[in-house]
């Protein structure tokens, strides 16, 4: 399954991505150990049996047949297996009589063509140039969860072509993902992905490393103290969330400022560079599902919850109790409209979706009073939702219903205008590309990534190609 999709800006990749140094050996030993300790006697009666086993096997192996076998041993003998490998003396068979030639190397041998062809296709494949679009989605298959970095080239263009440039393989179920260019490693820019699972720790991957095996940064987690008699107790960092890390939102005013959402019903703000919690926010009596930070006032957040509220808080006034909004459902998603700074929508695990007016908003505001509009945009819970940033009024929303739906928000009186089923089973997560805004990246339960150009369909054609032009003259 696909949980999580992020893009990254065009331009941002290393060309040509770095391949991680091996850990060094002391590393490698202390991870051996504790392996093996941790493995305790249950383990060891395990190998015996498996090595029992192994040896039966091979005793059973090793014993005579005793069924007939005399026209299997005719057949072998004829074979005369035992000078299978001895050269025959006199002239070899498809050779020109004096032995075949040796070249020092294939550059030197006249027979064989298009000598780089293979390394040449293979170097090309690795270069991601300034113009290909990149998305990464995060996945979880046969247990194994893993970033997946792709490829599109072409991306505007009819020839457009996708493929997973590299994968980096992660240690705990992700959920959610942001990325980020705070310069973790020096430099004026990084191209980083936070990521947050089903651990209590939210992890920082360099995307521009190739078979990297650790975060650059981890921000809390567990903290393990050794007991007597083999056991652990299992504490948590300092600042840390203690259960799974449900939404991530990086402040792009704020380069090293990261929001993070959690069952533990609480919600952080993280300083990515010093590696701290610089604040934490517990207004919420139920899991956190979702945090968003508006585009044109970078210290306002958003968060909404299990609990049926959405809330906004200033970064720069934490103890505030803020402004509420209660609604029908559990909150699914949040998402800020780009084209205005006090307008936002959320989706409900109804697959009803509102649209609410911050200007309206008082510490006892209910949904019946202040919300612009009401959608019931699908038969099941509404996990994501995404605005496009170039045309206004333009909204996606992705269901557990296995549908994608593209709404005009036009007047506050939501239409439809465009509707697919992607084949990606219930959909977990969507999201407008920046560079490309009619390109909509898609993931859902089956683990599929599917890109829809959705100027592709007529009606979104005929009613924002405008926007399109607009948006390529601008980039």
């Given at each position: 399954?696909?949980?999580?999709?992020?893009?990254?800006?065009?331009?941002?990749?290393?060309?040509?991505?770095?391949?991680?140094?091996?850990?060094?050996?002391?590393?490698?030993?202390?991870?051996?150990?504790?392996?093996?300790?941790?493995?305790?006697?249950?383990?060891?009666?395990?190998?015996?049996?498996?090595?029992?086993?192994?040896?039966?096997?091979?005793?059973?192996?090793?014993?005579?047949?005793?069924?007939?076998?005399?026209?299997?041993?005719?057949?072998?003998?004829?074979?005369?297996?035992?000078?299978?490998?001895?050269?025959?003396?006199?002239?070899?068979?498809?050779?020109?009589?004096?032995?075949?030639?040796?070249?020092?190397?294939?550059?030197?041998?006249?027979?064989?063509?298009?000598?780089?062809?293979?390394?040449?296709?293979?170097?090309?494949?690795?270069?991601?140039?300034?113009?290909?679009?990149v998305i990464v989605c995060a996945r979880n298959e046969d247990d194994v969860s893993l970033l997946e970095v792709w490829v599109l080239e072409d991306a505007n263009s009819s020839e457009m072509n996708m493929f997973i440039h590299h994968d980096i393989i992660i240690p705990a179920f992700p959920l959610c993902t942001a990325w980020l260019d705070c310069p973790l490693k020096g430099g004026e820019r990084g191209n980083f992905l936070a990521v947050g699972s089903m651990e209590p720790s939210i992890e920082i991957w360099d995307l521009d490393v190739i078979d990297e095996v650790q975060p650059c940064v981890v921000l809390g987690g567990f903290e393990e103290k050794k007991k007597k008699g083999k056991k652990k107790s299992i504490r948590y960092k300092d600042d840390s969330h203690t259960d799974s890390v449900l939404g991530l939102a990086w402040n792009k005013e704020y380069r090293n400022i990261l929001a993070s959402a959690s069952a533990d019903k609480r919600v952080k703000i993280w300083d990515v560079v010093a590696g701290k919690c610089d604040i934490t926010m517990e207004h919420h009596s139920d899991k956190v599902q979702t945090v968003a930070w508006n585009h044109h006032a970078p210290q306002v957040l958003l968060s909404g919850s299990f609990?049926?509220?959405?809330?906004?808080?200033d970064g720069r006034m934490p103890s505030h109790s803020g402004y509420k909004w209660s609604v029908t459902a559990d909150v699914e998603s949040l998402a800020w409209d780009?084209?205005?700074?006090?307008?936002?929508?959320?989706?409900?695990?109804?697959?009803?979706?509102?649209?609410?007016?911050?200007?309206?908003?008082?510490?006892?505001?209910?949904?019946?009073?202040?919300?612009?509009?009401?959608?019931?945009?699908?038969?099941?819970?509404?996990?994501?939702?995404?605005?496009?940033?170039?045309?206004?009024?333009?909204?996606?929303?992705?269901?557990?219903?296995?549908?994608?739906?593209?709404?005009?928000?036009?007047?506050?009186?939501?239409?439809?205008?465009?509707?697919?089923?992607?084949?990606?089973?219930?959909?977990?997560?969507?999201?407008?590309?920046?560079?490309?805004?009619?390109?909509?990246?898609?993931?859902?339960?089956?683990?599929?990534?599917?890109?829809?150009?959705?100027?592709?369909?007529?009606?979104?054609?005929?009613?924002?190609?405008n926007y399109k032009n607009r948006s390529q003259s601008g980039s």
């Open positions: 399954m696909i949980s999580a999709i992020s893009w990254l800006p065009k331009g941002v990749s290393k060309s040509e991505p770095t391949v991680a140094d091996p850990p060094p050996e002391e590393e490698i030993q202390e991870f051996i150990a504790n392996h093996t300790t941790a493995s305790g006697d249950s383990d060891n009666e395990d190998a015996n049996d498996e090595v029992a086993q192994a040896l039966t096997v091979a005793g059973a192996v090793g014993k005579a047949s005793t069924g007939n076998c005399d026209d299997i041993t005719l057949s072998l003998k004829a074979l005369d297996m035992d000078h299978y490998d001895d050269e025959d003396e006199g002239i070899e068979i498809f050779s020109s009589g004096i032995g075949d030639l040796y070249y020092p190397s294939n550059d030197m041998d006249p027979y064989i063509k298009d000598k780089n062809d293979d390394d040449s296709d293979d170097l090309e494949d690795m270069i991601i140039n300034p113009t290909d679009s609990d049926h509220t959405v809330v906004l808080k780009p084209h205005t700074e006090h307008s936002f929508v959320v989706s409900l695990e109804d697959g009803v979706v509102k649209c609410f007016d911050i200007r309206t908003a008082n510490s006892d505001s209910s949904s019946e009073l202040s919300s612009t509009f009401t959608l019931h945009a699908h038969d099941k819970a509404v996990t994501s939702v995404s605005y496009n940033l170039s045309a206004p009024n333009l909204l996606a929303t992705g269901s557990m219903d296995k549908t994608v739906k593209l709404w005009d928000l036009s007047n506050n009186q939501p239409s439809c205008v465009a509707s697919k089923s992607p084949k990606v089973g219930a959909v977990f997560s969507i999201s407008f590309s920046d560079d490309n805004p009619f390109l909509l990246a898609i993931g859902g339960s089956k683990g599929k990534l599917q890109v829809w150009d959705t100027l592709s369909d007529s009606g979104i054609s005929r009613r924002y190609d």
